[in-house]
């Protein structure tokens, strides 16, 4: 497999610059869908080795931060002869427009899949209106 | 002063003097063109299918202990009935498909980097296992099938000792 290839499967997260890690794990971006919809906007990030409880997603202002953490899957006594995906936690942001409703915003987790559902504002929301035939 | 030195010169005579050297604008978008279709298909045969039209294709790893092998494999957004395990003597397979949502109908992506698709994977095993035993568990997208070393393949591992000479 080419390393480009690998590259698209699980990219390391870049580290905003200045800033030091300070625990040793790798973190990787997880692969995100976003899909609108009439009234929400739906982002699924795959983040394989996540669970609900292991999840922290912060709203800052209008930056969206998750992060998933990830134990160490290797279990003590093994030693790794074969490997192609990294361990490592997940973290990516998110700018969010002004149209989504911050209050609303929910975020569910099945199979190391997160979805986060941004409901729009009411304000935002498409609008249909009826044409009347004039008299 | 000469006043033909201040004004540029003609246009018209730069083109005309280029144009000998150059080829026709149609001859040259022809050879770019037959040149974009050789990478085309030159790239066909280079790239494993898979990976060419960025369909799912997840990674796994394999670690070991002496007693037995373990192999992980993300598999993000899989059911565990969507899984398929199988074992021959000598490897083991993993199946699958990850579906797309499909419950909406009115769907715009403006942003798309998960992959979809069905997969199968196929490693072979560095030892005989003990087929009864083996145990796969999925959580959290991860799929883990633990394979205990088989009786005879514990035996068969034998230690050297080194001595001085």
């Known amino acids: 497999m080419t390393d480009t290839a690998k590259e698209m499967q699980k990219k390391e997260a870049a580290t905003p610059e200045g800033v030091e890690r300070t625990r040793p794990e790798k973190v990787y971006m997880p692969a995100v869908d976003i899909m609108e919809k009439k009234d929400e906007i739906v982002v699924t990030a795959d983040m394989p080795g996540v669970d609900e409880r292991s999840m922290d997603i912060t709203l800052e202002k209008n930056i969206l931060t998750i992060y998933g953490k990830v134990d160490t899957e290797v279990p003590k006594g093994h030693r790794l002869v074969y490997a192609e995906y990294g361990i490592g936690d997940y973290a990516r942001t998110f700018t969010l427009s002004e149209e989504v409703d911050r209050d609303r915003i929910q975020a569910t987790m099945k199979n190391g899949v997160l979805r986060l559902v941004l409901p729009k504002a009411a304000a935002a929301r498409t609008r249909k209106i009826e044409v009347k035939a004039e008299a | ?165």
Request: net charge negative; hydrophobic share 30%.
């Open chain 2, 1 to 165: 002063m000469d006043s033909k030195k201040l004004i540029p010169r003609g246009k018209e005579q730069e083109t005309a003097a280029q144009e000998g050297v150059q080829v026709h604008p149609l001859i040259a978008m022809q050879r770019e063109m037959n040149r974009v279709f050789e990478d085309f298909s030159r790239g066909f045969d280079a790239w494993p299918l898979s990976e060419r039209f960025g369909t799912f294709n997840p990674s796994m790893n394999v670690a070991e202990t002496d007693a037995s092998v373990q192999v992980t494999i993300e598999l993000p957004g899989l059911d565990e009935k969507d899984i398929e395990v199988s074992l021959t003597k000598d490897s083991l397979t993993i199946r699958g498909e990850k579906k797309e949502e499909k419950a909406e109908n009115t769907k715009s992506y403006s942003h798309l980097e998960r992959t979809y698709g069905s997969f199968s994977r196929t490693i072979p095993l560095p030892c005989e296992v003990n087929e009864d035993k083996v145990n796969a568990s999925f959580k959290r997208g991860i799929l883990t099938v633990t394979l205990p070393k088989s009786g005879q393949a514990l035996q068969e591992t034998k230690k050297i000792p080194v001595r001085p000479a």
